[in-house]
T-cell receptor, first 109, second 117 residues
Framework: SQQGEEDPQALSIQEGENATMNCSYKTSINNLQWYRQNSGRGLVHLILIRSNEREKHSGRLRVTLDTSKKSSSLLITASRAADTASYFCATTSGSRLTFGEGTQLTVNP | KAGVTQTPRYLIKTRGQQVTLSCSPISGHRSVSWYQQTPGQGLQFLFEYFSETQRNKGNFPGRFSGRQFSNSRSEMNVSTLELGDSALYLC????????????????FGPGTRLTVL
């Protein structure tokens, strides 16, 4: 079963705009990760945030984590057409990743 | 380093047949995990192998099995295929520390797309 939900399920924006995706989870976590998947291919690891961190940056990516609300958000700034993909949050339990349902992001040129 | 490789990339089988998928992890990675991705159920964990031992298992029937070899390469087998087994099967490798704990970051292969007719 899925750990949580992602919101929105689909997001369409123009190049240059910012994209924000949200993820909620159900259980206590050690960390939360975000992955990207291009059109039915493998997953690419984007960023990991630990439960004792509130915010983390990597290039154009900014992730926040609110453990009291069991939620996380991924912000992609100055989006590009190449950012078009599905984005998944995942929580870690031992060696197992439990994924959310994903957000399909479309960036229009 | 070369990434995670999976073979074959595409596979078409009929109901009742069995299939074996292969995964070669990143060099030096000792943990290999398998995931199934379908439109209806999303990404679901199948199992994880570490040092040739299954260390963790998801909620899948016994028709799904796997193994890991001494060189860390892993195979996944599905017997008596059903239509619902049509999916993208993803393999991921990670590099646990000396204590054998899993690394948090997993590196995924391109997947094997299995179609069951």
């Amino acid at each position: 079963s899925q750990q949580g939900e992602e919101d929105p399920q689909a997001l369409s924006i123009q190049e240059g705009e910012n994209a924000t995706m949200n993820c909620s989870y159900k259980t206590s976590i050690n960390n939360l990760q975000w992955y990207r998947q291009n059109s039915g291919r493998g997953l690419v690891h984007l960023i990991l945030i630990r439960s004792n961190e509130r915010e983390k940056h990597s290039g154009r990516l900014r992730v926040t984590l609110d453990t009291s609300k069991k939620s996380s958000s991924l912000l992609i700034t100055a989006s590009r057409a190449a950012d078009t993909a599905s984005y998944f949050c995942a929580t870690t339990s031992g060696s197992r990743l439990t994924f959310g349902e994903g957000t399909q992001l479309t960036v229009n040129p | 380093k070369a990434g995670v490789t999976q073979t074959p990339r595409y596979l078409i089988k009929t109901r009742g047949q069995q299939v074996t998928l292969s995964c070669s992890p990143i060099s030096g990675h000792r943990s290999v995990s398998w995931y199934q991705q379908t439109p209806g159920q999303g990404l679901q964990f199948l199992f994880e192998y570490f040092s040739e031992t299954q260390r963790n298992k998801g909620n899948f029937p016994g028709r799904f099995s796997g193994r890991q070899f001494s060189n860390s390469r892993s195979e996944m087998n599905v017997s008596t295929l059903e239509l619902g087994d049509s999916a993208l099967y993803l393999c991921a490798s990670s590099n646990p520390g000396l204590a054998g704990r899993s690394s948090d970051t997993q590196y995924f292969g391109p997947g094997t797309r299995l179609t069951v007719l």
